[in-house]
């Protein structure tokens, strides 16, 4: 048997976040505020995948995200496999989920709205889980997956 070409390096413990699609991993990174880590990252993109063409992939040493972090997520990557990893080995697989609530993280795009206005925190429910359509709590204006614009 062929050895399977590694496209990046293998992870001894830590979360492996893998078939992004490309143009959202860097909105993966924002949502995780991986940026503020300072865990070891690894980040591939534009990586071959015989399922998606293209695809990112985000290897994080020793972190073990929170459900509620991971979900956040599905707002712009909602296939993701999210593969945790204990002793070079996937020890667990998880698919993310779209809460019923989006908290923070997400702007109103209705300028009057109260959340664009006052320090205060937006807040969605989440409408079509499929879709990904999301409505302000506060002016109850619709944003659909395209649209969506992250604090
Ligand atoms: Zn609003």
């Known amino acids: 048997m062929m050895r399977k070409e590694l496209q990046v390096a293998a992870l001894e413990n830590g979360t492996a976040i893998d078939h992004i699609p490309s143009d959202a991993v860097f909105k993966v990174v924002t949502l995780l505020q991986l940026q503020k880590l300072n865990n070891r990252i690894t980040i591939g993109n534009n990586l071959k995948s015989s399922k998606m063409g293209s695809k990112g992939i985000i290897k994080v040493s020793d972190k073990f995200f929170r459900e509620d972090e991971i979900n956040r997520i599905a ?73 969506i614009e992250l604090i």
């Open 75 to 147: 707002l712009v990557a909602p296939n993701v496999n999210l593969n945790i990893i204990r002793n070079f080995e996937v020890v667990e697989k998880k698919k993310v989920v779209l809460p019923d609530e989006i908290i923070e993280i997400v702007r109103c795009n209705n300028p009057k709205c109260i959340t664009n206005n006052e320090p205060m925190k937006t807040r969605f429910h989440v409408i079509d889980k499929e879709l990904v359509e999301l409505q302000c709590h506060y002016c109850e204006l619709k944003i659909r997956k395209e649209e």
